[in-house]
């Protein structure tokens, strides 16, 4: 069945240093990629998407790029601050009308 | 202010007993979806609705129920079958019933059994 890959599950950066997580799909059909961000105790909120007929996209600080070939898509973060400490997920959608999500990457941000 | 709405936050349930999470959503949306979430297990998803009076398994659906008869709700009935139900469950929302756009997620319905 379908299937994302995420890793590390724990990362612990030093502020102002950039963090990297990566993810990768399984089903050949899916082509909208989402990334997540879960505070404790809340629902996930959408911080960045990627379509399949883009290679890279930013917003500020978040960047996501995706290879297409290889089935592998990136969250990236520059910059890091304390408050953007949360657990993050990748998806993948868009071949059986489901998102398939990652199992997590807990990020610290130390000070 | 438009959004999708849990509840309730917090719930207890007591070995043998059925209980209904609530999903409302006045986004306008078509899908709508639960997800379970365990530590380490990121999100699993239980059941899913493309469209009214629609709805279809997920990859965890036993021992769960839902019912979709209105556009707006989605409920979740964990019943007695369901063995192991403490977890956090998610109810998200999306435009269109294709999966190709961003879900809303609602804050969550910690569910404890007691």
């Known amino acids: 069945g379908e299937n994302v890959e995420q890793h590390p599950s724990t990362l612990s950066v030093q502020e102002g240093d950039s963090a990297v997580i990566k993810c990768t799909y399984s089903d050949s059909a899916s082509n909208y990629f989402p990334w997540y961000k879960q505070e404790l105790g809340k629902g996930p909120q959408l911080i960045i998407d990627?379509?399949?007929?883009?290679g890279e996209k930013k917003d500020q600080r978040i960047a996501v790029t995706l290879n297409k070939t290889a089935k592998h898509f990136s969250l990236h973060i520059t910059e890091t601050q304390p408050e953007d400490s949360a657990v993050y997920f990748c998806?993948?959608?868009?071949?059986?009308?489901?998102?398939?999500f990652g199992t997590g990457t807990r990020l610290k941000v130390l000070a | 202010d438009g959004g999708i709405t849990q509840s309730p936050k917090y719930l207890f349930r007591k070995e043998g007993q059925n209980v209904t999470l609530s999903c409302e959503q006045n986004?306008?949306?078509?899908?709508m979806y639960w997800y379970r979430q365990d530590p380490g297990q990121g999100l699993r998803l239980i059941y899913y609705?493309?469209?009214?009076?629609?709805?279809q398994k997920g990859d965890i659906a036993e021992g769960y129920s839902v019912s979709r008869e209105k556009k707006e709700s989605f409920p979740l009935t964990v019943t007695s079958a369901q063995k192991n139900p403490t977890a956090f469950y998610l109810c998200?929302?999306?435009?269109?019933?294709?999966?190709?756009?961003?879900?809303?997620f609602g804050q969550g319905t910690r569910l404890t059994v007691v």
């Open positions: 986004l306008n949306h078509d899908a």
């Open positions: 990627i379509r399949s007929n883009v």
């Open positions: 609705s493309q469209i009214v009076n629609d709805f």
């Open positions: 998200a929302s999306s435009i269109s019933a294709f999966g190709q756009n961003e879900a809303f």
């Open positions: 998806a993948a959608s868009g071949g059986t009308y489901k998102y398939i």
